[in-house]
């Protein structure tokens, strides 16, 4: 394995050599230092990485889906633009489905929710906040689906970012999958520039890029840096795009000292996102999840 390995690495880098000297010819023949990929290749985060590490590029940006997914707002935009219209930009990744209480209610009925597990309708993300600095693995369904292959805090599994053992939990309760793989965090906006390295002030709130991280922050965040490099591709979350998301973190700061909270996908290994309450309920269910979170009942096994 480990001669595999390392002529896997030393393709890799042969085939970024070629990339980065492409990206260079661009910038030196059209004069473009702010870059943007689209494609399956922006969905590489170590790809983006090595780019924006680049002397020459001034910054980069990757959407939230740069696959197949997105061809459709391609068109819609083309569209748009030819009937002589402008086009602004994509100001929220929350545009899926939401479900409202009398359709969640319906779905915990369905189940018998009530006999199996304590229902909290006075939860609160003070509580739900110091449960996670307790250990808890907390399945949010909340609000509009995000829009693309990342979940981004309303379809989200979340945990305690500062220790190996969140992770071990999840793959162990939930996702069945290999101890290596890494998970991500969300990151209070205002708190990225403390813990990343981003001299070029890159903004990354799709969790399309991987960072470095200050020192001081390698040993805090355990559970949400690649065991390998120590890199972590964070979504940085500002307070207007999901505040209740937002709110959230900040409680869990309050507690902890940090602004960040583990998120991965709310699936099973191999399943695809939730979308629906019964899909949620079913998924709590099938795993070990501690928590189901709706946004006006929390469900906990008793």
Not at 164 to 185: A, C, G, L
Not at 236 to 254: G, Q, R, T
Request: aromatic share 10%.
């Amino acid at each position: 394995l480990g001669d595999v390995y390392k002529r896997q690495i030393k393709c890799n880098k042969a085939y970024w050599q070629k990339f980065h000297k492409w990206i260079k010819n661009n910038i030196k023949q059209h004069g473009i230092d702010h870059i943007i990929l689209s494609g399956g290749v922006a969905q590489n985060i170590k790809a983006i990485k090595s780019i924006a590490d680049m002397k020459e590029v001034k910054s980069i940006w990757a959407g939230p889906i740069s696959g197949d997914g997105s061809l459709g707002i391609g068109a819609a935009w083309m569209g748009w633009r030819q009937n002589k219209n402008n086009v602004n930009g994509l100001n929220t990744v929350y545009l899926g489905s939401s479900y409202d209480k009398i359709s969640i209610n319906k779905a915990i009925n369905k189940y018998n929710l009530k006999d199996k597990f304590s229902l909290d309708y006075k939860i609160t993300n003070k509580k739900i906040a110091d449960l996670i600095y307790k250990g808890k693995i907390i399945a949010r369904f909340s609000g509009k689906m995000e829009f693309g292959q990342r979940a981004l805090g309303n379809r989200s599994i979340i945990a305690d970012p500062r220790t190996i053992k969140s992770v071990e939990k999840i793959n162990q309760k939930v996702k069945y999958r290999d101890f290596w793989m890494p998970f991500t965090p969300s990151i209070l906006y205002e708190d990225c520039k403390y813990i990343l390295k981003n001299n070029k002030n890159i903004y990354s709130p799709f969790m399309t890029m991987a960072f470095n991280v200050n020192k001081k922050y390698i040993d805090l965040l355990q559970g949400v840096i690649h065991p390998s490099d120590k890199t972590i591709r964070p979504q940085m979350l500002k307070k207007e795009d999901n505040p209740n998301y937002y709110d959230l973190i900040s409680s869990f700061k309050d507690i902890s000292g940090l602004g960040v909270l583990l998120n991965t996908s709310f699936n099973l290994h191999g399943d695809a996102i939730v979308e629906t309450p019964g899909q949620a309920i079913e998924t709590f269910l099938k795993s070990s999840i501690d928590i189901l979170l709706f946004d006006h009942v929390c469900i906990l096994r008793k």
